[in-house]
């Protein structure tokens, strides 16, 4: 009995020890880390978002000057996360929306409280309108241990390469892990990149413990949905973000599958509507509809849940995406690359033999996952599919360049082999009759 009194109180000593603290037992700091940037979807903004280990004030003070004084002040709020571990170790997190920006302007900001604050750092606000051609990066499967990509993202970062990132899903590996330490480890590890670019997000399979609450709470996506779905304009493109993860933790909320669904319908409505100004509708969303990969993943079944819906029947993606003329849809999850030939129901829809992606008429798929991680790389089945074009099992990411309302760029760099593009292809899509494939 005594025994068992004594180890409650040293659980017990440890548990106050644990939370709230960074890493190891000490002081709870002030000091801003883990920063990183958003859009939220009004243009001239950018959201910046922080974590503190103490409850503090959430400001960031920007300017134009690289040095100096920085003569700007934003205000925001923070919320309380408590991470579903056993430590229920918790945390604060600032949020905090810069607006009025100068298109294209750079800016030096630091964030913060009288606390403390973030060392300073730099952004390039979005352009506005449709005349102007965004640069991504663009990959899924990025983890706290074998982040292959990070040191090329963070040198083509540094260079301005980038106007955004999409990361397709699947972060940290997991963000709940070790009481969520691993979130914490990954979301320092990424800092370099996400506090200089807009780091737009979607779910994927890693992030559902606890109701995806790491996910939800660490990210702040354009919407009042949590990050969940959200869309966004950037240039010539309306970019639609969703969680296939909805199909797969059905525990979680049967209801989250039809709700998203018709949110997506009438998103897509929309940007049709508007499709002149925006001709692009890009897609992002974890798990693919098809792939050629060596496992049992729903993408390698003929009636892929993402595809055909519950039951093969109910909310499937595909009829939709090709109804409202999705032009390019992005996914990750398969730990490689692959990208396929234009595609609906299993047949290719070549814009024509000699120039396959010029008036394609079906959507473009590209599976973007070998970011790295602990999980490593997922092999290819032996033989490729009709529908597969290209096949890359190495490590790297994608860059996608949206051109103008016409075309855009897509090229795998390849961090096996120190930058190379391993594949480079272009999208040409007219701008009459864009509306539908059919
Ligand atoms: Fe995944």
Partial sequence: MCSLLGWGFLCCLLLLFSSGVQGAPGTPSAAPEQVHLSYPGEPGSMTVTWTTWVPTRSEVQFGMQLAGHLPLRAQGTFSTFVDGGVLRRKFYIHRVTLRGLLPGAEYVYRCGSAQGWS?????????????????????????????????????????????????????????????????????????????????????????????????????????????????????????????TEVYFFLHYGRHLVEKQFHWLESDL??????????????????????????????????????????????????????????????????????????????????????????????????????????ERLTPFALFPRPWSAVRVKEYGYTRLHIRNGTHVHIQQVSDDQDGKIVDDVWIVRPLHGRRMYL
């Fill in 119 to 243: 060392r300073r750092f730099r952004f390039r606000a979005l352009k506005n309108g449709v005349h102007w051609s965004p640069r991504l990066a663009v990959y899924g499967d990025l983890g706290a241990d074998n982040p292959k990509a990070l040191p090329r993202l963070r040198r083509d970062t540094l260079q301005g390469m980038y106007d955004a990132v999409l990361h397709v899903g699947d972060f940290a590996y997991n963000m709940d892990q070790d009481n969520a330490r691993v979130g914490d480890r990954f979301m320092r590890l990424i800092e370099p990149v996400a506090a200089s670019l807009p780091y737009m997000t979607c779910p994927g399979n890693h992030e559902e413990r606890y109701n995806f609450s790491n996910y939800k709470a660490r990210f702040s996506m354009p919407g009042d949905n949590e990050g969940l779905w959200y869309s966004w304009d950037l240039g010539p493109a309306h970019i639609i973000s969703f969680s």
């Fill in 269 to 374: 409505q929309k940007a049709n509507k508007n499709r002149v100004a925006r001709p692009w509708i890009i897609t992002m969303g974890h798990r693919p509809m098809y792939c050629s990969n060596a496992d049992l993943d729903d993408c390698t079944w003929h009636e892929s849940k993402v595809r055909k819906g519950l039951h093969g029947k109910l909310f499937g993606l595909e009829d939709l995406f090709y109804k409202y003329g999705v032009d390019l849809q992005l996914w990750a999850h398969e730990h490689s690359y692959e990208r396929l030939w234009p595609i609906y129901n299993y047949q290719v829809f070549n814009g024509s033999q000699e120039t396959p992606y010029t008036h394609p008429r079906g959507p473009v798929h590209i599976i973007t996952g070998s970011a790295g991680c602990e």
